[in-house]
C-alpha cells in the first residue's frame, strides 16, 4: 500500500500544471467556445483545401502540391494543442504527465520546423516558375517535388529529435506550472532549476540555423523573382506573377515573424502573457489564414470551389 502512494505522488508531482490562456481571461467558457469554433474552422478549411487539390485534375501541379502538404501541416499543427486545451478546460483538468508533455514537445518543434523549410521549398517552385518557365516541367517533376516535400519532413523531424529529448531531460525542481498553453521549450525551461545558459545558447545557435537557411532561399528566390517581373513587357504577366507571389509571401510574414520573436529575441523582452499571445497567432489563428488566403486570393482553388457547388447544386435539382 505504501509502495502504492508513493508511485501515485511520484506521477502528480512529474505531472506539468498548465496554467494556459483561459486563467488569462474574464470570460474563460466564451473564450473555449471561441478557439473550438476556429478549431473546427481550421479543420474545415484545411482540409477542403486538401481534397480540392486532391480531386480536381487543374490542381495537379508543384505549387498546389505544396499548398496541400502546408495545409495538411495546418491540421497537425493546431490539433497539437488546441483539442487537448478545450478538453482540459471543460473538465476542469489543467494538468499534463512529463511523457504527454515530451510528445507535444516534439510534434510542435517538428512541424514548425518542417514548416519553415515548405515555405522556403515554395518560394524555390515560384522562383522556377517565373524565371524558367520553359524549364519548369522538368526542374519540378513530380519525383523533385517528393524529394523536396520528403527534405523538408526530414530537416523537421532532426529539430524536434534533437531539442525536445534534451529540454525534457533537465531536472525541473521549481514550481511545475508551465505558464503556457502547451508545452513550447521555451516555457518548459523556464521551469528548470539547474544552469540551462549553454542549451539556451545553442538552441538559439540552431534557430537561427533553421530560420537561416529558409530565409536565405526566399529572399534570393524573391530577389531573382522581382528582377524577371521587372523585365516583363507584359502588364498582364506582372500581375498574374505578383498574384501568385503575394499569397506565399503574406504567409510567411506571419509565421516568420512569429517564430522570430519567440525563439530569437532576447529573454528580457519575453512575458509569459506577450508569448502567449504571439503563440495563439501562429499555433492557433494562421492556420484558419492560410487556407483563406490561398484560395480567395486564387482563381483556380475558387474555380474549382465553384465546381464542386455546382456539381453539389445540380445533384440536388
Same mark, same amino acid.
Do not use: Q, W
Given at each position: 500500500m505504501k509502495n502504492m502512494n508513493w508511485i501515485a505522488n511520484y506521477t502528480e508531482q512529474s505531472d506539468f500544471i498548465l496554467v494556459g490562456i483561459f486563467s488569462q481571461? %474574464? +470570460? @474563460?467558457?466564451?473564450?473555449?467556445?471561441?478557439? *473550438?469554433?476556429?478549431?473546427?474552422?481550421? $479543420?474545415?478549411? %484545411?482540409?477542403?483545401? #486538401? $481534397?480540392?487539390? +486532391?480531386?480536381?485534375? +487543374? $490542381?495537379h501541379s508543384p505549387m498546389y502540391f505544396f499548398i496541400s502538404q502546408l495545409s495538411l501541416m495546418d491540421v497537425m499543427y493546431i490539433s497539437v494543442t488546441v483539442p487537448k486545451m478545450v478538453i482540459d478546460q471543460v473538465m476542469g483538468i489543467n494538468k499534463i504527465s512529463a511523457p504527454e508533455c515530451g510528445i507535444q514537445m516534439f510534434l510542435y518543434v517538428t512541424l514548425a520546423g518542417s514548416e519553415f523549410f515548405f515555405l522556403a521549398a515554395m518560394a524555390y517552385d515560384r522562383y522556377v516558375a517565373i524565371c524558367y518557365p520553359l524549364h519548369y516541367p522538368v526542374l519540378m517533376s513530380h519525383k523533385v517535388c517528393l524529394l523536396l516535400a520528403s527534405g523538408c519532413w526530414f530537416l523537421g523531424s532532426v529539430d524536434g529529435f534533437m531539442l525536445t529529448p534534451i529540454t525534457m531531460m533537465f531536472p525541473f525542481c521549481k514550481s511545475r506550472e508551465i /505558464? /503556457? *498553453?502547451?508545452?513550447? &521549450? @521555451?516555457?518548459?525551461?523556464?521551469?528548470?532549476?539547474?544552469?540551462?545558459? $549553454? =542549451?539556451?545558447? !545553442?538552441? =538559439? !545557435?540552431?534557430?537561427?540555423?533553421?530560420?537561416? #537557411? @529558409?530565409?536565405? &532561399? #526566399?529572399?534570393?528566390? =524573391?530577389?531573382?523573382? !522581382?528582377?524577371?517581373? +521587372?523585365?516583363? %513587357?507584359?502588364?498582364?504577366?506582372r500581375k498574374k506573377a505578383f498574384a501568385t507571389c503575394s499569397s506565399h509571401m503574406t504567409v510567411v510574414i506571419l509565421f516568420y515573424g512569429a517564430a522570430m520573436y519567440t525563439y530569437m529575441l532576447p529573454n528580457s523582452y519575453h512575458t509569459p502573457e506577450k508569448d502567449m499571445v504571439v503563440s495563439v497567432f501562429y499555433t492557433i489563428l494562421t492556420p484558419v489564414l492560410n487556407p483563406l488566403i490561398y484560395s480567395l486570393r486564387n482563381k483556380d482553388v475558387m474555380g474549382a470551389l465553384k465546381k464542386v457547388f455546382l456539381l453539389q447544386y445540380s445533384m440536388i435539382h
Open positions: 481571461s %474574464n +470570460h @474563460p467558457a466564451l473564450l473555449c467556445v471561441v478557439i *473550438f469554433v476556429i478549431f473546427l474552422m481550421a $479543420l474545415t478549411g %484545411n482540409g477542403v483545401l #486538401i $481534397l480540392l487539390i +486532391h480531386f480536381d485534375a +487543374h $490542381l /505558464h /503556457h *498553453f502547451f508545452c513550447e &521549450v @521555451p516555457a518548459v525551461m523556464k521551469l528548470s532549476c539547474s544552469d540551462t545558459s $549553454l =542549451y539556451e545558447t !545553442l538552441m =538559439y !545557435l540552431c534557430c537561427v540555423l533553421m530560420l537561416l #537557411i @529558409p530565409v536565405t &532561399v #526566399i529572399s534570393s528566390s =524573391y530577389f531573382f523573382i !522581382l528582377l524577371t517581373i +521587372h523585365r516583363m %513587357n507584359s502588364a498582364e504577366g
